[in-house]
């Protein structure tokens, strides 16, 4: 799914459910968030939770995880 040499910097690990759950109150309301090194999309999806108003945005370097995160989201 990653080019070789992204292995070293950042494997896939998705967000775990509940991983979140105590940012909204440190950090607000945003109006924008970006979530570099989206994966599948599962930060995306818990951050659509925190902040229904907000624009999301991911970024991917794997074009299949980047179109699979797209679909899921």
């Not at 775990?16 to 994966?39: N, T, Y």
């Amino acid at each position: 799914l990653y080019p070789l040499r992204a292995w070293r910097d950042a494997p896939l690990f998705p967000t775990p459910q509940g991983a979140l759950d105590g940012l909204a109150p440190v950090v607000g309301q945003p109006q924008r968030v970006l979530d570099v090194g989206c994966g599948l999309g599962h930060g995306l999806a818990a951050l659509r939770g925190l902040w229904p108003q907000a624009t999301l945005e991911g970024v991917e370097w794997s074009p299949l995880l980047a179109w699979l995160a797209a679909w899921r989201c």
